[in-house]
Each structure stands twice: as C-alpha cells, then as structure tokens.
C-alpha cells in the first residue's frame, strides 16, 4: 500500500477521503485538530512544522502522498492561516519525506471561490510568505461587519491557486518528480456547508453565487475520487492545475474567458 496524509482528514471531504482510500487498502495519516492520527493547528507555524514531523515519524520517513483538505471559511483573519499557510507550510515540511517515495504526488483543495472577489493586496503577502502582513490585511476587511470579511476566504484560495501554478514548476516539485495540483470545487453538501443549505434563504444566497448546471450540490465523494487520482501512480504528467470539479460553476461564470 501507498501512505498518504490527509489533513482535513476528520470531516467532510478530508474524511470522504481518507475513508475511500483506506478501502482500497491504502495507509492514510490522518491530521486534524481532533479525531485524527496527528491531532494539530495548523493556523500556526509551530502547529504546521509539529504536524510535519509527527506524520513523517508515523510515516516511517516516506510519505507517498499529501493531500491537504483542512480549511475554514469564517469570515476571521485565521482563514487566510489555515488555508494558505496551513497548506503550504504543512505541505513543504513533508518535502523530504515526499522524496522518499518512489512515486510521490500531492494535491490540495482550493475553491470555486478563488473566482470570487478577492483581495489582491492580501493574496501577494501570502504568496511572500509574509503571514504577518496577510493576516493584518485580513484585519481591516473583518472589522464587525461578517460579509466584508468573507473576502478573507476567495483571497486564500486565490493564493492557494496561484501557489500551486507558481510551486508547482519549481525545482521542489517538478524538478524533484512530484506532480503538485489543485481541486477546486463548487458547493460540497459536508459541515461547512450545512448550516447555509440548511434554509431556503441561506441556499438560494450560495445557488446565486454558485451557479451548478451539472448534478447541483456536490458529495464529498465528487472530490475524494479526483484528489486520489492527482495523487495516485497513474498521475505522471498533470502539474500545475488548478481543476475546477464543480458542477459546471466555472464554465457558467467565467465562460470563454479562461
Ligand atoms: P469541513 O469543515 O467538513 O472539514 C474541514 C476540516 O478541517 C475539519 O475536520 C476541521 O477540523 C479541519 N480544520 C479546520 N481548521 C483546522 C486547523 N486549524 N488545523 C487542523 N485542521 C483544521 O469542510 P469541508 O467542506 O470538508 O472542506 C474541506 C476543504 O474544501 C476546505 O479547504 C474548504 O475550504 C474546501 N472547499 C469546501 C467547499 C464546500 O462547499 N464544502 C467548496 C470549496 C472548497
């Protein structure tokens, strides 16, 4: 079997995940803030570096696969931590133990929402590694108002994206063989959408937002099978991609203007 970490890995599509691989047979490392085989925050540097290591340790020192799912959307400064840095520092610090592997892939969850607007200024301190700055930008937008801090949440999958592109051709990764890609999905039916969908009001606001021809709101499952095919030995030449599994949400919004 291969041995993949999964962060996210207590819920949603992390847990759709890790469920799907372990019935293949596969070994999965969970990581979560609770319920998971590393329990750890990744909001913070030391969580995220402390996390690292406890996989790689469970991991014997070959991690096959990384696939990061953990993220929140709540419209507070910590959004741009757990879903920037809490997925690119995690993801870099099980670097050496990806190049272990004879076949080692990794993937991670951004969102339909990186098309949504976003701050500019917010998404380039996180793709400068400056979380300080990113975080006191997302201060001013939160202020006590919850709808102008939901911008926290598309500008880090905004930068998530962009990392991936970026990353993705770097000596790191492609130099190092390690296929590096995205998914982004549109409205997955998981906890951090149940409480939305649960009103009629609450779901016709995220439908008008998130338009889905194709099969309307998502299983976690929609996501899991095409996170475990980027990461799988099959993967050989896909990098880069930042796949938009979603229902038809982006070719509804964007069009022809790819
Ligand atoms: P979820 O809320 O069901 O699961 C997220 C998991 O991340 C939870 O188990 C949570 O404990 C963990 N987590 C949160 N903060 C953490 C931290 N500081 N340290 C460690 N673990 C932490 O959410 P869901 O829907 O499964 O989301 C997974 C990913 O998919 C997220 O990155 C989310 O932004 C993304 N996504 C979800 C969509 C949806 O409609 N549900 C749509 C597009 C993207």
Known sequence: PRTYVVTGSASGIGAATA???????????????????????????????AAAAAASDLAGGVVDAVIACAGIS??????????????????EALLPALRASDA????????MASLQPNSAEMVEAA????????????????G???????????????ALARWVRRESITEAWAGAGIPLN?????????????????????????DSQ????????????????????????ENTHMAGQVIYDDGG??????????
């Open 104 to 111: 080692p892939r990794a993937a991670v969850v951004s969102s």
């Open 182 to 206: 995205a998914v982004a999905p549109g409205t997955v039916v998981t906890p951090m959408t149940a409480e939305l969908l649960a009103t009629p009001e609450g779901a016709a606001m995220v």
């Open 127 to 142: 793709l400068a590694g400056d979380e300080a700055r990113a975080l006191e930008i997302a201060q001013g937008f939160v």
């Open 249 to 258: 949400a982006d070719a509804t919004l964007r069009g022809d203007d790819i």
């Open 144 to 158: 006590d108002d919850p709808m102008t801090g939901y911008i926290v949440y598309p500008s880090s999958k905004r």
């Open 19 to 49: 469920a799907l691989l372990r019935e293949r047979g596969e070994r999965v490392i969970g990581v979560d803030l609770r319920g998971a085989d590393v329990e750890a925050d990744l909001s913070t540097k030391e969580g995220r570096i």
């Open 74 to 91: 709540a419209p507070v400064p910590k959004t741009i931590s757990v879903n920037f840095f809490g997925v690119t520092e995690f993801v």
């Open 210 to 233: 998130v338009p889905m021809p194709l099969n309307h709101h998502q299983p976690p499952e929609s996501i899991a099978n095409l996170l475990i095919w980027l990461t799988s030995v």
